[in-house]
């Protein structure tokens, strides 16, 4: 399965302007078995899911640890914490430039408010996080027929400061089938 995009509808979002409520997660899955050909009966095989991205319009996740879970059954793993990717209102150039055109805009008479209004990146901009992790899972070929793979989206919060003393919040989740993605075109949900 390559290119497999899922979107997460987060538990906690704000519903105000400054971010949206879904995460796109970039997942690849290959499966692979020890014979060529069709998977067989009573054989096994390994299930590599790679988490490439996370990606939300607004800036609701770029000050967030953020760490992928996937479940499949029993076998649980999660993947070490995302990076930020930097976006638009990170660049060293927009600073400068937005600041102009602020003075710009007051010096031709446009109210403080609809300047601000005009200069607000927040509509535009994207939280990216990098996570670029492999998880596998050893399966039976019966259970990719049965399997239904857990996406979840984990908060890493420190609950006192400590880097040792983390709470892990499920901030959202999503569930597919194994067997959904192997009868899709492609092997690539949409």
Same mark, same amino acid.
């Given at each position: 399965v390559e290119n497999t995009g899922l979107e997460i509808q987060l538990e906690d979002a704000?519903?105000?302007?400054s971010h949206d409520s879904?995460?796109?997660v970039t997942l690849k899955a290959r499966c692979y078995h020890r014979t060529g050909g069709a998977l067989q009966p009573g054989g096994r095989c390994l299930l590599v899911a790679r988490v490439r991205e996370l990606k939300q319009k607004g800036l609701g996740l770029k000050?967030?640890?953020i760490a992928v879970r996937i479940s499949l059954g029993d076998d649980v793993k999660t993947t070490p914490p995302a990076a930020y990717m930097r976006g638009v209102d990170d660049n060293k150039y927009v600073a400068p430039v937005l600041s102009t055109i602020r003075e710009n805009l007051k010096k031709a008479g446009q109210p403080d408010s609809a300047i601000e209004e005009a200069l607000d990146l927040s509509g535009i901009a994207t939280t990216r996080l990098a996570v670029n992790r492999s998880v596998d899972f050893l #399966?039976?070929?019966?259970?990719?027929?049965? #399997?239904? =793979?857990?996406?979840?989206l984990i908060e890493l919060r420190s609950k006192?400061?400590? =880097?040792?003393?983390?709470?892990?919040?499920?901030?959202?989740?999503?569930?597919?089938? #194994?067997s959904e993605i192997l009868a =899709?075109?492609?092997r690539t949900l949409p």
């Amino acid at each position: 399965v390559e290119n497999t995009g899922l979107e997460i509808q987060l538990e906690d979002a704000h519903h105000d302007d400054s971010h949206d409520s879904h995460c796109f997660v970039t997942l690849k899955a290959r499966c692979y078995h020890r014979t060529g050909g069709a998977l067989q009966p009573g054989g096994r095989c390994l299930l590599v899911a790679r988490v490439r991205e996370l990606k939300q319009k607004g800036l609701g996740l770029k000050q967030k640890r953020i760490a992928v879970r996937i479940s499949l059954g029993d076998d649980v793993k999660t993947t070490p914490p995302a990076a930020y990717m930097r976006g638009v209102d990170d660049n060293k150039y927009v600073a400068p430039v937005l600041s102009t055109i602020r003075e710009n805009l007051k010096k031709a008479g446009q109210p403080d408010s609809a300047i601000e209004e005009a200069l607000d990146l927040s509509g535009i901009a994207t939280t990216r996080l990098a996570v670029n992790r492999s998880v596998d899972f050893l #399966l039976s070929t019966e259970d990719i027929q049965s #399997l239904t =793979a857990k996406i979840s989206l984990i908060e890493l919060r420190s609950k006192t400061g400590d =880097a040792k003393n983390i709470e892990e919040v499920v901030i959202g989740s999503t569930e597919t089938r #194994l067997s959904e993605i192997l009868a =899709a075109e492609g092997r690539t949900l949409p």
